[in-house]
């Protein structure tokens, strides 16, 4: 034995920031301005915490839930969980009361700790959570009135006061688990993704490589994403590995209070899905003088593919890098990222070269793998015109469902991940559309996101969304659904004549139908199987069936 | 198991440059100029290399020794002996010939790679070595004529040329050894270090991350630190997985010779010790106007501390940061990195408080620890004032010497580091001393590392080494060898009248001595040893002791 044999543990990460930076400052929003404490209080409260739930019976490896907004709260969660050997269960607020019900159950979450405002959510299934033994309920400012029927409920301050303010955290084996986050499927249950030690230890490095995120402790940070989709993107543990200073939004996501916070707090780096700087940059449009983001350099995006022309807006407008990542609950998340500038050769790039690069789903993270295939899982050539079934594989990237193995979605120690593309001759990996949102028209394929990315450039469109409509002939055929911007007024004829411009005639959409919104998700895409389904609902016909 | 239990192997992360930079350029410096190939190439000779290794019968765990500059041969032996399960011996090449046959024996290398000028500094041990079978010869321009009496003697290029440019990596245990690097103690036999695949693996991450080195795809590396001394620093490795350019400075290591070679290169990042900076500082100083070093952005400098007043040199007169790394072979060698700025907080210091901070060894890297403690291993309070011995831990420290334990150097599960010092209230690490070296005075302990920064600051001095002599009173005092400047001139009473000005009269120097230059040990760093011995071996007395 050459070496040390230091298991990977999330707590020696964890516990960095309080070291490193004990002033450093975690700001949370509230209802009337913000609530600041210190990494060093945070770190109190943490250990405070962590000793409540072991006097409350939690024991290593036992669920507990978090049915929270992005708040210290949370990441205090994040703390004392993970690091005292328990997984940290982290329940998507935004579900329907039914897959509520199945993943709590699933799970078999022994105590959850929620928002008191969102108790209302969980009031319905109350009675059908038989595994939860008790509630802790946090309380912010203007939610103090407070009820529920769900076991021991008890105010989240009153739990934790009584302990004392360090906890010995255990070594413990470095796969054990750490977190579990499930994902919602277009069918069937949602499935869990049980996260390790191991594997969020070395997703967090990764995400502090200058190639990455570019993480540093000198950053302000704040993470729009949701901290219970796909652990936040890992943010939460690499802000608090480097002690950078960390803003939450809480409850207050409206895109101006986002640009308030974002310009008060002075963030330099945030990180979102695309319909958050959809939202960001209109509003800054309405009201360019309102918002002083000198301070911010790059924001992350993910959760599905930011348009070209966002990228070179934030970039053009503010000077902002946007920072394309791909990856999916199963991956940690990060698989891949795009930066303007990751590689020696980019110094001899345009920047139109650069942006398109940009508009792909980036170059693959050291010590992962990313690879096409076709349906017979043979490898495809690296030419950026083959399409194919896209697989990864790593240290951080699931092996199974947790208590629902899916073989289907593995192959010969694969992630199989449902979307599908390309990669070019410059290892950038681009994104064709998620296998279940291409369309199939006679045979050949039209990716409904590449449809979208040009649609949404057209003057006065704020949003596009392409789906497949069933037809007898062709089998399926694309419709666009078009949100006008607010000053914008547009045609359907030019929307089609600017897709013609770029796209062959059998791949143009066979209708264009305005509406106000496109349903997302509870993670902040566009859910398009929503969207089918309400066509399918209103009797929706496609042009050339109507009689 | 929830993630994919994916071994963390060095072979990963060497594949990596060629896949995402296969055309940027790895340049060698050779007697008529550089020499350059592709990432592409230097791949596919690196696999052949492996081919050869193999057919000439080295197996998985068997001991390769370089014994070469720092040139894309080597870099080619780093990648293709570690990816194949070999363990990598990078061999001190100004060690003296016993320690020589001592090492190669002790590591019992089976095949040397070594350059053929190295090759007559092997001669006199030839006849030693039984373990060594086979030794292959890089022949660059300008030393094709060589000779040795090492057995089955073949050109470098005639071994590998004949084997096909891909090699199938073996997937192995990640705590299989990769490397063995011996480090020169004071006393006894070189103790060898034996790196391991995931040991490495965290390393390289580390290394990369934005508040460590910031290393990235888009820098231009010259490593000038040997490859054989820790690795290169991991330099070889994280260059070659980032897939940055490289720039190899071989043999031609004069100040000159390497001033062309960053400003020709345009070098963005380069690593060494600091006689190379010095080095460097004094030649650019005697002619400011032949080097361009406008891409220099950074400087890595370790080994031993660099004076607080080269550091500013670099800052203010070429905009270049200085980044001080501390650590040793048993460390890989990477333990703590002293920043411009790696906290929130840095934001509101004085360009004079940032410098006070990189003068200090630094922040200890996230997943390592660092502490001081006293004779009983008891924990010292981090106040900037209580020294210490510093003991480190962590995932790639090191857990005990090659086929050589050394309990002593080892407590309870922390390396012994040697060196002493304390730790701040904002963390961080100050080395006093490496314990061998302080000085002991009436039993107070008097820092030479203090002395020597304090009279290198004194206008023309352009060394100091200040060591203990023996003193029948004060058990030691402390004597300074001072190099004066090559246009400068100063006088010892000016010395001693410059030191008293920050330290106490007890403190200062009995004597200082000018000398033309300080021997340095193989790895350039000042020797204390060969100093102490020097003295004594002319009869140097003390001037109160002189008779």
Known sequence: MGMQRTPLLMSTLMENGARVAPHVEIVTATASGTKVLSYQQV????????????????????????FLWNDHRHLECYHAICSMGAVLHTINIRLGTADLEYIINHAEDSVIIASADLLPVLEPIASKLGCVRKVIVA???????????????????????????KYDWPIIDENSPLGLCYTSGTTGHPKGVEYEHRSQYLHTFAQCMTDAMSLSGTDCIMGIVPMFHAFGWGIPFAATMLGARQVLPSRYMTPDALCRLMADEQITISAGVPTIWQGVRAIYEANPDTYDFSHLQRVTCGGS???????????????????????????????????????????????????????????VMAGIEVEIFNESFEPLPHDGKTVGEIL????????????????????????????????????????????KDLVKSGGEWISSVDLENHIVALEGVAQACVVAVAHPKWDERPVALVVPSAAGSVEADAVIAHCAEKFAKWQLPDDVIFVDAVPLTSTGKMDKKVVRADLQAQGYALPDLRT
Chains 1, 2 share one sequence.
Request: glycine share 8%; with cysteine; hydrophobic share 35%.
């Open 139 to 165: 309380v912010d400012e203007g939610f103090e009135s407070w009820q529920t029927s769900l076991p021991e409920a008890e105010d989240y301050e009153d739990f934790i006061t009584p302990h004392p303010g």
């Open 392 to 435: 990864v594989r790593g240290p951080w990237i699931c092996a199974e469902y947790y208590n629902n193995p899916q073989p289907e979605k593995f192959h010969d120690g694969w992630l199989v991940t449902g979307d599908v593309g390309m990669i070019d001759e410059s290892q950038y990996l681009i994104i064709n559309d998620r296998s």
């Open 305 to 363: 593919a930011p348009p070209p022309s966002l990228i070179e807006w934030f970039w053009k407008t503010l000077g902002v890098e946007m920072i394309q990542g791909w990856g999916m609950t199963e991956t940690s998340p990060l698989a891949t990222l795009s930066r303007y500038a990751m590689k020696y050769t980019d110094k001899d790039l345009s920047d139109t070269q650069r942006f398109a690069n940009m508009a792909k789903a980036g170059q």
């Open 43 to 66: 770190h109190a409260r943490a250990h405070q915490l962590a000793h409540a739930l072991a006097a409350a019976g939690v024991k290593q490896g036992d669920r507990v839930g978090t």
